[in-house]
C-alpha cells in the first residue's frame, strides 16, 4: 500500500504558466486537503474535499483550484503561477472529514521564477 | 480563531538524554484534537502522537509522550533517550471537532548531538 503520492518531486516553473500537482491515494479515504508549506509559517490549508464531487476553500485558497471526481484523485492547479507560490505543497487525506488523523504524502518542491 | 504557538525554534539534545517541546494554543471549542509531526530532511510529515481533549490520560507512544494541560491549553511533546534519528522538525497541530482544517504552529527543529 503506497498511502499518498504526489507527482512531482519537484519543478521549476515560469511565471505566468499553468501547473497541475497531482495527488493519489490508495487508502479509499474520503477526504482530502492540500497544504502550503512555507518558512516561519507553518502549513496552511488551500482546498479540502469532503467526498467526490465536492469541495470548499482553505486559509489561502486564492490562484488555486481543485476538483475531485473520484475518491483517489485530488489535483491542485495553479492556473497562472506566480513567484508567490513559490513553496512545498502537501496533499493529506483522512477518513472522513470530521475524523481527527490526517495522513500526509512526501510533498511537491514548487519554484516559480 | 485558534491560533497554535511553538515558541522554541529550535532545539538540542544530547543522545540518550530527554527533551520537551513546548506548544500552545488557542480555542474556544471544547472539542478538539492536537497532534505532534515530526518533518525530517526527507521533507515527509510523520504522525507521532495525538490526544483528544476529552481524554485526561496523556497520551503515549513508546518514547514520545504528551504533558497535556487543558486548563493551560498547552501541549507539550517529551522525547526519552533521544537517538540519531528523532533530529528533525516537529510541528504543533490543533483540529477542532466541527472544523476541517488542521492548524500548525511554525515548527522546532530539533537537533540531536552524538
Known amino acids: 500500500i503506497a498511502g499518498i503520492t504526489q507527482a512531482p518531486t519537484s519543478q521549476i516553473l515560469a511565471a505566468g504558466r499553468r501547473m497541475t500537482l497531482r495527488c493519489t491515494q490508495d487508502?479509499?479515504?474520503?477526504?482530502m486537503y492540500w497544504y502550503r508549506q512555507d518558512l516561519g509559517l507553518g502549513l496552511r490549508l488551500i482546498h479540502y474535499s469532503n467526498t467526490a464531487g465536492t469541495t470548499g476553500k482553505g486559509e489561502v485558497p486564492d490562484g488555486y483550484s481543485v476538483s475531485r471526481a473520484n475518491t483517489d484523485d485530488f489535483p491542485l492547479t495553479l492556473a497562472s503561477a506566480v513567484p508567490s507560490q513559490t513553496s512545498v505543497y502537501f496533499c493529506?487525506?483522512?477518513?472522513?472529514?470530521?475524523?481527527?488523523?490526517?495522513?500526509f504524502g512526501p510533498g511537491t518542491r514548487l519554484t516559480v521564477l | 480563531a485558534q491560533t497554535v504557538t511553538q515558541s522554541q525554534p529550535e532545539m538540542s539534545v544530547q543522545e540518550a538524554e530527554t527533551v520537551t517541546l513546548s506548544c500552545t494554543y488557542d480555542t474556544s471549542e471544547s472539542d478538539y484534537y492536537l497532534f505532534w509531526y515530526k518533518q525530517p530532511p526527507s521533507r515527509q510529515m510523520i504522525l507521532v502522537i495525538r490526544?483528544?481533549?476529552?481524554?485526561?490520560q496523556n497520551a503515549t507512544e513508546n518514547r514520545f509522550s504528551v504533558n497535556f494541560q487543558k486548563a493551560a491549553k498547552s501541549f507539550s511533546l517529551k522525547i526519552s533517550d533521544s537517538q540519531l534519528g528523532d533530529a528533525a522538525m516537529y510541528f504543533c497541530?490543533?483540529?477542532?471537532?466541527?472544523?476541517?482544517?488542521?492548524?500548525f504552529g511554525t515548527g522546532t527543529l530539533l537537533a540531536v548531538q552524538p
Open positions: 490526544q483528544e481533549a476529552y481524554k485526561q
Open positions: 497541530a490543533y483540529k477542532g471537532g466541527a472544523t476541517n482544517k488542521l492548524i
Open positions: 487508502m479509499r479515504h474520503n477526504a
Open positions: 493529506a487525506s483522512s477518513v472522513s472529514i470530521s475524523t481527527d488523523t490526517q495522513y
